[in-house]
């Protein structure tokens, strides 16, 4: 069965720091690209990054481009996004995303983890 | 590239055929992927490559287009299909959203 969960969220402070986390199992992690997409309280879905599964190459919104990185560790089956200069309007649930292996579409995405980003 | 979708809700009868649209600011050819998502939890795909239906979706939803129009078409509503559905663009980088068209119940 294939799960990705996500990990790391909770609140932080304007200007500050948190790394998201995301454990896959169940398909082969090393073959899949990976994307983060988030979802303010009430709004709707917001890419914000992704990666290729040699992590080659990564792609990121314009709204987080310079803040945000993704990485992953292919012998740990975990996805990474390191957020900085947090903003009130990262405030959202992120949730970890598997691309099918055509490219077509996502076709697993874990529960989420949120994130509040407030004094 | 950006999605536009229509409406941004709409309220429907169990049994009515529903249609939703998506409108893309350039071409994208048939890279469009359809979710759809209920209160609390995370999006569910539905369609692939405009109108290839994922595996286990019902045979009710479909979906059309290419290029820069697209349509969702649910063909008799069931109570479970109240939910908001989401367009998705994967022709090129950002990959971006429609902004979501909520189906109610009327």
């Known amino acids: 069965e294939v799960q990705v969960v996500e990990s790391g969220g909770g609140l932080v402070q304007p200007g500050g720091s948190l790394r998201l986390s995301c454990s896959a199992s169940?398909?082969?992690?090393?073959?899949?690209?990976m994307h983060w997409v988030r979802q303010a309280p009430g709004k709707g879905l917001e890419y914000v990054s992704a990666i290729s599964n040699n992590g080659g190459s990564t792609y990121y919104a314009d709204s987080v481009k310079g803040r945000f990185t993704i990485s992953r560790d292919n012998s740990r089956n975990t996805l990474y996004l390191q957020m900085s200069s947090l903003r009130a309007e990262d405030t959202a649930v992120y949730y970890c995303v598997k691309m099918d292996s055509s490219g077509w579409s996502y076709d697993y995405w874990g529960q989420g983890t949120l994130v509040t980003v407030s004094s | 590239i950006q999605l536009t979708q229509s409406p941004s809700s709409l309220s429907a009868s169990v049994g009515d055929r529903v249609t939703i649209t998506c409108r893309a600011s350039?071409?994208?050819?048939?890279?469009l992927a359809w979710y759809q998502q209920k209160p609390g939890k995370a999006p569910k795909p539905l369609i692939y490559?405009?109108?290839t239906l994922q595996s286990g979706v019902p045979s009710r939803f479909s979906g059309s287009g290419s290029g820069t129009d697209f349509t969702l078409t649910i063909s008799s509503l069931q109570p479970e299909d109240f939910a908001t559905y989401y367009c998705?663009?994967?022709?090129?980088?950002?990959?971006?959203f429609g902004g979501g068209t909520k189906v109610e119940i009327k």
């Open positions: 490559a405009a109108s």
């Open positions: 998705q663009q994967l022709n090129s980088y950002p990959l971006t």
């Open positions: 350039q071409g994208i050819s048939s890279y």
């Open positions: 169940g398909f082969t992690f090393s073959s899949s690209g």
